[in-house]
């Protein structure tokens, strides 16, 4: 056998096959392109669309941190909230903000396909977020499945469409949970729902290691509550509004941060909270927006 091989097998064989791998055959020369040095993005796909995580961006800011103000919660969370609760993957039905997106562009619900099928268009994915049938928002009791309700109104809504209103009205988000936030498995789009949706901070009893680093890579900010202390023995029902202060003055590793919390009957509360931001390149990615941003900035310089 090694004898057969050795006299049959030659390098010029390799050669010959691999000289035009990449031009791959008529079919693959047929299918028709357009020349340019950067994707000709089209507007009419719902699965592939141009994301925005670029828009306004100031290749000469260095970035600065601003204090949070005046920020409503858009979901009171319990404990173990998964990546899934936060961003699923599955099915997508009709009835939701996705579907409701899907079906104004024409696509029929049994074409909808899934969340994660559609993971290249970011309109249907920060629909998505917050948006899996199990998940139970505090602040609609009795309710599952990515409702909230707006501020000061009480009005029962999907929470992407709190989250859209808040921004038009110019308001900033947090989201309050309990401990292990983010558990499960490493979803990009858990990070990236939440800062489309305009999202500042995440404030939780304790984060998942890898979704608090994806956050900050987001440019979303992780709190951490003191041990101890919770939205429970806070007594927080989401008709809060919220501050956090003690960014302006300069960001460090896992500093002592303020939240001061603005009750709907006028009295005030304040607590320290941690600042999850845990190394010097972290600070570096949060102050630029986001990894995606820091890394044009450093492209560009």
């Known amino acids: 056998?090694?004898?057969?091989?050795?006299?049959?097998?030659?390098?010029?064989?390799?050669?010959?096959?691999?000289?035009?791998?990449?031009?791959?055959?008529?079919?693959?020369?047929?299918?028709?392109?357009?020349?340019?040095?950067?994707?000709?993005?089209?507007?009419?796909?719902?699965?592939?669309?141009?994301?925005?995580?670029?828009?306004?961006?100031?290749?000469?800011?260095?970035?600065?941190?601003?204090?949070?103000?005046?920020?409503?919660?858009?979901?009171?969370l319990g404990q173990s909230v998964t990546t899934d609760h936060i961003s699923p993957a599955g099915n997508i039905k009709e009835d939701s903000p996705a579907g409701t997106y899907l079906m104004e562009h024409q696509v029929r619900p049994r074409d909808f396909n899934s969340y994660g099928s559609r993971r290249g268009n970011h309109e249907v994915m920060m629909r998505g977020t917050f948006a899996n049938i199990r998940i139970k928002n505090e602040m609609a009791p009795g309710t599952e499945g990515g409702v909230t309700k707006m501020q000061p109104t009480g009005e029962v809504t999907s929470i992407y469409e709190a989250a859209m209103g808040y921004k038009a009205m110019g308001i900033p988000l947090v989201v309050i949970g309990g401990a292990e936030y983010g558990t499960g498995s490493s979803r990009d789009w858990a990070a990236k729902g939440t800062r489309l949706l305009g999202i500042r901070a995440v404030i939780v009893e304790s984060f998942e290691r890898i979704h608090r680093s994806n956050l900050v890579g987001m440019g979303v900010l992780p709190l951490?509550?003191?041990?101890?202390?919770?939205?429970?023995?806070?007594?927080?029902?989401?008709?809060?509004?919220?501050?956090?202060?003690?960014?302006?003055?300069?960001?460090?590793p896992r500093m002592e941060l303020t939240l001061t919390i603005h009750r709907a009957d006028g009295s005030t509360d304040e607590t320290p909270v941690l600042c999850r931001i845990d190394t010097l390149d972290e600070v570096d990615y949060f102050l630029a927006g986001g990894i995606l941003q820091y890394v044009l900035k450093r492209l560009a310089a």
């Open 1 to 76: 056998v090694q004898d057969t091989m050795a006299a049959c097998v030659t390098p010029d064989m390799f050669r010959a096959r691999y000289a035009n791998v990449l031009e791959g055959d008529e079919n693959w020369k047929a299918i028709k392109t357009s020349k340019s040095l950067t994707y000709p993005w089209n507007s009419g796909s719902t699965y592939v669309q141009h994301p925005p995580f670029f828009e306004d961006i100031s290749i000469e800011d260095e970035g600065k941190a601003e204090d949070i103000m005046g920020a409503r919660p858009v979901a009171l």
């Open 224 to 252: 951490q509550f003191p041990s101890g202390v919770t939205r429970e023995t806070l007594n927080l029902d989401g008709t809060e509004t919220y501050d956090v202060t003690g960014l302006e003055g300069g960001i460090t």
